[in-house]
Structure formats: structure tokens, C-alpha cells
């Protein structure tokens, strides 16, 4: 079998934290990803919104069959599984707090563009945390 090799960020800043980046391992896991290694958890504060809940986020390298999109589709379901709820940003926001969030931030170092896909993740190496996760890999 062909296997991709995929990064992805997961982030979380509401409920029981380090029991969501341990779940959506276990969900990244039963939908067919076989991580092989991730960074520590590191504690952040939200980026480009307001709240008062500290983020905790994780970088995961893993091995998978799916093209792009299905592996979208796989961790759109696994949010919503989770309990994932998007909620309308503050004016002048773009995000909100959140259960789980799950981002690809490459799959096989390739370029990818569609209207529903882009990778390399677009805005997250203009994130410090997102570059020091990577630079623990």
C-alpha cells in the first residue's frame, strides 16, 4: 500500500484540553492515519481572536492512504464527532474558541489548491508557535 506522509496542527482551548489532543490521536488513528511521531503540547495564546481560554496545540507527522481531500473530509467528520460548534466570530474576528481543530499543514511537501483545500496551510507558518512545533520535529 501507498502511504502519504502528512503534518498536521491540532489546537484546542475549551473543555478538558489534554484529553482532546489525546481523542482526536485515537479518531486521527481510526480513520486509517498511522501517526509516527508529534511534538510536545505546547500552551499558547489564541491567535487573531479574543478569549480568555489559553490554547493548547500539537504538531503530529503521520502515514496515510487518503488523497487531500478525503483526509479533509475524515477530519472535518472527527471535529464534528468531537463536538466541534462553529459559532459566528466577534466583528472584526475570524475565529472562535474551539473543541478541536485539526489543520494540514503539508501532505508529501506537494502544492495543493481547490475551493474547499489549500496546502500548505496558508496562514500557519505566520504563527511563532506553529514554527516552533515544526522546528521540534
Do not use: C, W
Not at 466577534?90 to 503539508?106: A, C, F, K, Q
Amino acid at each position: 500500500m501507498l502511504y502519504n506522509h502528512v503534518v498536521l496542527l491540532l489546537g484546542t482551548n475549551v473543555g478538558d484540553k489534554k484529553k482532546n489532543i489525546e481523542n482526536a490521536h485515537v479518531a486521527l488513528y481510526s480513520v486509517g492515519l498511522l501517526i509516527e511521531n508529534h511534538t510536545i503540547v505546547l500552551e499558547n495564546q489564541p491567535v487573531e481572536f479574543t478569549s480568555e481560554n489559553l490554547f493548547f496545540n500539537q504538531i503530529i507527522e503521520a502515514k496515510t492512504s487518503l488523497s487531500p481531500i478525503e483526509l479533509l473530509k475524515k477530519i472535518k467528520k472527527i471535529e464534528q464527532d468531537m463536538g466541534r460548534k462553529y459559532a459566528k466570530p466577534l466583528d472584526g474576528e475570524i475565529y472562535t474558541d474551539r473543541l478541536i481543530d485539526i489543520d494540514i499543514l503539508y501532505y508529501n511537501r506537494i502544492n495543493y489548491v481547490s475551493k474547499d483545500l489549500v496546502i500548505p496551510h496558508p496562514r500557519a507558518f505566520t504563527r511563532k508557535f506553529v514554527l516552533d512545533l515544526l522546528s521540534m520535529l
